[in-house]
């Protein structure tokens, strides 16, 4: 019942920006954590950001200075602000959370459907 849904993913040329979110849905009592995670061609997926319920972050060493996660508590949403887009950046990126979902008694991490990005000219 609880679902992520990721928006904002396309095609973008290097040096330019462009900003995912992700929106929690459902019978949710609360959110822990929420992230953002990426997975190229070939490759293994990767944590790319992560923000905390105390709004703490940490970014993954690609792509710091580039990259601002931050959420709307009152939406359960999460965003990714990509700026400086690099071709090494292209690839689907999957949202992710920790939600206690209404009626159990523990957190579950969940993922979203990803949303492709894009670098190229």
């Known amino acids: 019942q609880v679902q992520l849904v990721e928006s904002g993913g396309g095609l973008v040329q290097p040096g330019g920006s462009l900003r995912l979110s992700c929106a929690a849905s459902g019978s949710i009592f609360a959110i822990n954590a929420m992230g953002w995670y990426r997975q190229a061609p070939g490759k293994e997926r990767e944590l790319v950001a992560r923000?905390?319920?105390?709004?703490?972050?940490n970014y993954a060493d690609s792509v710091k200075g580039r990259f601002t996660i931050d959420r709307d508590y009152a939406k359960n949403t999460v965003y990714l602000q990509m700026n400086s887009l690099k071709p090494e950046d292209a690839a689907v990126y999957y949202c992710?959370?920790?939600?206690?979902?209404?009626?159990?008694?523990?957190?579950?991490?969940?993922w979203g459907q990803g949303t492709q990005v894009t670098v190229s000219s």
């Open positions: 992710n959370a920790v939600i206690l979902a209404a009626g159990s008694s523990q957190y579950h991490t969940y």
């Open positions: 923000i905390t319920a105390g709004s703490n972050t």
